[in-house]
């Protein structure tokens, strides 16, 4: 396909999990603060309600609370974001005759720890406030939250567009809730990320019918427009989309749910075009859709929020001490071995962590291969790989030389990484299925 070899190919490894780890699920909700990965209910074979935190550094799980009184209950097809220390999970509930009743707004802090209570104006009855509905989106504009569309039970898929202001709480109905105006319509089961001061919008269900339309909104003038997508990905459900560089990167769904895809494509802001990113041969992810992409790196920092909160990332304490991860990284090699070009993995962390070890060199690519990729195999050989466990043990041997550097932040040296978390088709009674994706170019 043309279009691939616009783009450099990217790197799919798996990242096997321990059995302390959440099970694998679908329809659950993720973002990424600080350097971790957070994740919250979803469903294997019924609904869940729990909640779990994910070092990348350490690649270890932790399991957090979700049992108190201002937690979360089972939720499905919600949503989640972070801003400045707060994580905001809205929608998702399983309907009853109570549900419209309750404000299914829930929201955790990550310094403390512990779910809290809404505070502001939605304290107020004649507060107007969006209900429950599942598969909306929800992206971080500024100060504020925007949630668009979702599916609400007995009246299907919905075009309201809500904001909620961060410093108030209060909620406000945006421009294109209403019928017949020139927006996305009703929708659920889409994509949405934000950049800079605008939110992009692309496919999922209208009613029954599946989409490809991609939308952007801009928080300045109030105002929808259709982008171009002749070039662009298909009809496509239960895909995950975040914001990387100057460009959106879009992964998986399908048309529908028995018909999951592993496509990977990216949309650049700039050029306004989209490209299908090719894999390195041996690296291809597993088909998925409902599942959910987190990215982490100073690549996926979010454009959006204030000076003052420094992009979301807050450094990590340790002891009560800043110890950021002193991160001085080496390339590491990729050698493409046997007849089906599987990819071996070194890894780099720390410097004087690896003490008198070395890396292996390799040698050269393989013959068949650098054909294969021309001048992208040849580069391939300065691409950063990252290993999850190559800290693990190492944190320990190297706890003091992390006081250097105390002023920046631990998430700030992680390489850029997107992570795709569990989706269907998932197995049962398995730890949730995780995949790593580094991609080639700088």
Not at 272 to 300: E, F, M, R
Not at 368 to 379: I, Q, V, Y
């Amino acid at each position: 396909m043309p279009a691939m070899s616009q783009s450099s190919p990217c790197l799919w490894t798996q990242l096997p999990q321990s059995s302390q780890s959440p099970c694998d699920r679908y329809k659950h909700a993720c973002c990424s603060y600080d350097g971790n990965v957070y994740i919250l209910g979803g469903r294997d074979n019924g609904c869940l309600r729990d909640f779990w935190k994910y070092s990348v550094v350490c690649n270890e799980w932790t399991e957090l609370n979700c049992t108190s009184e201002a937690a979360p209950e089972e939720l499905e097809e919600h949503s989640m974001v972070a801003h400045e220390g707060f994580l905001y999970v809205f929608g998702g509930m399983l309907d009853s005759a109570y549900t419209k009743w309750r404000h299914p707004l829930w929201i955790f802090d990550i310094a403390k720890q512990k779910w809290v209570h809404c505070q502001g104006k939605m304290s107020s009855p004649q507060t107007q406030m969006p209900t429950n509905r599942k598969g909306h989106s929800a992206v971080v504009v500024g100060s504020a939250m925007l949630v668009y569309g979702g599916f609400i039970d007995m009246k299907g898929s919905s075009q309201d567009f809500w904001s909620l202001d961060f410093d108030t709480m209060a909620w406000s109905l945006l421009n294109g809730s209403q019928q017949g105006s020139s927006g996305p319509g009703p929708r659920h089961s889409h994509s949405a990320i934000a950049n800079h001061s605008c939110m992009y919008l692309f496919g999922g269900l209208k009613g029954l019918r599946e989409q490809r339309d991609f939308w952007k909104w801009n928080s300045i003038s109030h105002m929808w427009s259709s982008l171009r997508n002749k070039s662009g990905p298909s009809r496509l459900v239960g895909h995950s989309a975040v914001a990387y560089k100057d460009s959106m990167l879009l992964f998986g769904g399908g048309e529908s749910q028995n018909s999951p895809k592993n496509c990977l494509w990216r949309y650049n802001f700039t050029t306004q075009t989209w490209v299908q990113v090719a894999t390195l041969p041996g690296s291809n992810p597993p088909d998925k859709i409902y599942h959910c992409c987190a990215g982490l790196g100073p690549s996926y920092n979010s454009h959006t929020s204030s000076p003052c909160s420094s992009s979301g990332l807050e450094p990590r304490l340790l002891d009560g001490k800043l110890r950021p991860f002193k991160n001085k990284c080496f390339p590491a090699p990729l050698m493409f071995l046997g007849s089906e070009g599987a990819i071996e993995l070194e890894t780099f962390s720390p410097d004087k962590c690896y003490g008198s070890k070395t890396l292996k060199q390799s040698s050269e690519l393989d013959n068949s291969t650098e054909g294969l990729m021309g001048k992208d195999a040849r580069r391939i050989g300065n691409c950063l790989t990252f290993e999850n466990k190559a800290f693990k043990k190492q944190w320990s041997c190297t706890e003091e030389d992390l006081l250097d550097e105390e002023d920046e932040d631990v998430a700030q040296h992680l390489p850029d990484l997107l992570l795709l978390l569990g989706g269907r088709p998932f197995t049962t009674h398995s730890p949730i299925s995780i995949w790593q994706m580094t991609l080639t170019d700088s």
